[in-house]
């Protein structure tokens, strides 16, 4: 028997509860995993609460990320004892994620662990850690170096932008971070690396098909008009990776940056990421992050904790990661 958080739904509200399950209630998968730590992060924390429509089936136990030890493995990529770490894939939303003690998934979602990391650190990079750095990558692979210029990083204040201000920067780049809040958080993107801070005001004017050439390149983590803004202040032949629609799904531009200016955009998604982008991605990321940034505020919680946790994360009123330690 282990623990699970399990989410049902009650004439459409979301009823939360710590149950006792056994492996025979695990959804199907070629790997049997002893889970270690998840993470609760905003969109974990919609699940819990019922605020916002992630869950796609029900009962479900949430969480986006988790990594473990393996006890079983129907593929000879894993024996029992292996480290490994999952994020993306629909767990949490179509498939058992990783707010229990024990899980069961497929081989092709699993990497193994890199040698420089734990199981703790791992989850406070979480998914948007291996955005970020798959981001960072696509960027370098379009040709952008520290001599090529600024690189812009929109959204900078949130989970991707703020790991790929602190990858850029330990790559060498001369990074700009934009945010909506400058005087909170400012220094903070400076002390991980920001060469400059500019308030997201300055991106309001709706625009034009070209404007001054400003950037090597960018990193957008918001989509629609701020990266339209942005795809027009690009220099010619720079590089756009894009990985967020917190703006919308819209993209109010026109083909004159990419055939003017050779700009490329390039899209990422960490979700259905191929294994050997995502094993290569991981293990960047134990090389690249400086020991500081695992000396962020960190919240490590029980399962029991989870709920009021995420109740509090949507309110906006947890700033931070927060790691679940199951074992």
């Known amino acids: ?76 990529r894993y024996t029992a004892g292996d480290k490994v770490v999952l994020t993306g894939w629909g767990v949490g939303e179509g498939h058992w994620g990783g707010m229990a003690e024990r899980a ?43 001599e090529s210029g600024e690189i812009l990083v929109t959204g900078a204040s949130g989970g991707v932008g703020s790991v790929a201000v602190t990858l850029l920067s330990q790559l060498g780049y001369k990074v700009v971070a934009v945010t909506g809040r400058v005087e909170e958080n400012g220094e903070l993107l400076k002390s991980l690396g920001a060469t400059r ?19 090597a390149g960018a990193i957008d983590t918001v989509g629609s008009n701020m990266l339209a803004k942005v795809l027009a202040q690009v220099d010619y032949d720079g590089a756009v990776a894009i990985c967020g629609l917190a703006g919308g799904f819209d993209l109010p531009t026109t083909v004159m940056p990419f055939i003017l200016r050779n700009v490329k955009l390039l899209g990422i998604d960490s979700v259905m990421c191929p294994f050997e982008k995502r094993q290569k991605a991981w293990q960047r990321l134990g090389e690249l992050l400086p020991a500081s940034f695992f000396e962020q505020a960190c919240r490590e919680v029980a399962l029991e904790d989870v709920p009021a946790c995420a109740e509090a994360i949507t ?13």
């Open 1 to 76: 028997m282990f623990k699970a958080l399990v989410l049902n739904q009650e004439d459409k509200k979301t009823l939360v509860s710590i149950e006792q399950l056994d492996n025979s209630q695990l959804p199907e998968g070629d790997v049997l995993i002893d889970v270690d730590y998840s993470s609760l992060n905003y969109k974990d924390g919609l699940a819990i609460t019922g605020k916002g429509r992630i869950v796609r089936q029900f009962p479900m136990v949430p969480g986006i990320d988790l990594t473990g030890t393996v006890v079983e493995s129907a593929d000879a």
């Open 104 to 146: 069961r998934l497929k081989a092709d979602w699993l990497v193994p662990m890199p040698s420089n990391l734990d199981g703790k650190q791992t989850m406070m990079i979480g998914t948007a850690g291996i955005t970020a750095m798959l981001c960072v990558q696509a960027l370098v692979d379009a040709g952008l170096t520290p």
């Open 197 to 215: 801070v500019i308030e997201r005001s300055e991106f309001a004017e709706p625009a034009r098909p070209l404007e001054k050439q400003l950037w």
């Open 315 to 327: 309110n906006g009123q947890i700033t931070g990661r927060v790691v679940i330690k199951l074992k």
